[in-house]
């Protein structure tokens, strides 16, 4: 059974770079299509960036051009490297597979973006 822990979250202002780590633990994840999800308060949970095995990556419009989603497959990890944050950002955000059945959701980290 896989184990995920997300870390890196915190609070900044608008305009500034934080980086999630989602490491992995239990089993490797290298074959598996990994997603960031993010969920703000009130509101469903949604993808915010994909990579697969072979690192290609894709994200949501909100957010191209600002995060950068990777992975580290020697180490089990997948990152997020977020720049540019906006309040609308602000979020608890996950890691998971994509297009796959999920694993059991880790407690996620918690990103806060003040204006």
């Known amino acids: 059974q896989v184990q995920l822990v997300e870390s890196g979250g915190g609070l900044v202002q608008a305009g500034e770079s934080l980086t999630l780590s989602c490491a992995a633990s239990g089993s490797r994840i290298s074959i598996n299509t990994m997603g960031w999800y993010r969920q703000a308060p009130g509101k469903q949970r949604v993808l915010v960036a994909v990579?697969?095995?072979?690192?290609?990556?894709n994200y949501a419009d909100s957010v191209k051009g600002r995060f950068t989603i990777s992975r580290d497959n020697a180490k089990n990890t997948v990152s997020l490297q977020m720049n540019g944050l906006k309040p609308e950002d602000t979020a608890v955000y996950y890691c998971?597979?994509?297009?796959?059945?999920?694993?059991?959701w880790g407690q996620g980290t918690q990103v806060t973006v003040s204006s």
């Open positions: 998971n597979t994509f297009g796959s059945t999920w694993y059991n």
């Open positions: 990579i697969t095995s072979r690192g290609t990556t």
